[in-house]
T-cell receptor, first 108, second 114 residues
Framework: KNEVEQSPQNLTAQEGEFITINCSYS?????LHWLQQHPGGGIVSLFM???GKKKHGRLIATINIQEKHSSLHITASHPRDSAVYIC??????????FGEGTQLTVNP | SAVISQKPSRDICQRGTSLTIQCQVD?????MFWYRQQPGQSLTLIAT?????????ESGFVIDKFPISRPNLTFSTLTVSNMSPEDSSIYLC???????????FGPGTRLTVL
């Protein structure tokens, strides 16, 4: 079993839909990252969470430390949101462990 | 924040050759990380490069195959040696790692080995 599990693996939505991507982890962590990877391969950090909730534009990330679970929400989704979304947890000062990623496709 | 550049952005190489990937950061950082992302998979940490000391390699990765240099606080190189088609991946460098820091990633080097 992977230390970090994401669901769903693939997600197709229509423009304007509300999207949720989930991440569960089985180890103690100091922080959790949500990353976005576009087809060219570049990765952008969206959020770094250690508790509670963060919001940036149409993106919202939440984390429940007790339940070892985090969610990434996208409101009013747009085709430009199409990307791979990766959950990564920081288990030590230096090490990140990554989920398999969720491929999101938003159709116009 | 940190801006990271990598060279080359992509390359196609022959089996048995070596390729050196460069990573440049626009600020001084203590730790730099090299990751591999094989096709269809998530990222795997190859090694952590600290300035002034030997790189620390993760299980399954060895210095002879992936030698790393870290001559100063803004620059690192990763060499993929004696390449085989299984080395075809995206290689990314990353900085960050202090507790609570955002993680920054380079644009990646897409390597294809024929």
């Amino acid at each position: 079993k992977n230390e970090v599990e994401q669901s769903p693996q693939n997600l197709t939505a229509q423009e304007g839909e509300f999207i949720t991507i989930n991440c569960s982890y089985s180890v103690g962590i100091s922080a959790l990252h949500w990353l976005q990877q576009h087809p060219g391969g570049g990765i952008v950090s969206l959020f770094m969470l250690s508790s509670g909730k963060k919001k940036h534009g149409r993106l919202i990330a939440t984390i429940n430390i007790q339940e070892k679970h985090s969610s990434l929400h996208i409101t009013a989704s747009h085709p430009r949101d199409s990307a791979v979304y990766i959950c990564a947890v920081k288990v030590s000062r230096s090490r990140l462990t990554f989920g398999e990623g969720t491929q999101l496709t938003v159709n116009p | 924040s940190a801006v990271i550049s990598q060279k080359p952005s992509r390359d196609i190489c022959q089996r048995g050759t070596s390729l050196t990937i460069q990573c440049q950061v626009d600020s001084q950082v203590t730790m730099m990380f090299w990751y591999r992302q094989q096709p269809g998979q998530s990222l795997t940490l190859i090694a952590t490069a600290n300035q002034g000391s030997e790189a620390t390699y993760e299980s399954g990765f060895v210095i002879d195959k992936f030698p790393i240099s870290r001559p100063n606080l803004t620059f690192s190189t990763l060499t993929v040696s004696n390449m085989s088609p299984e080395d075809s991946s995206i290689y990314l460098c990353s900085v960050g790692g202090q507790l609570g820091d955002t993680q920054y990633f380079g644009p990646g080097t897409r390597l294809t080995v024929l």
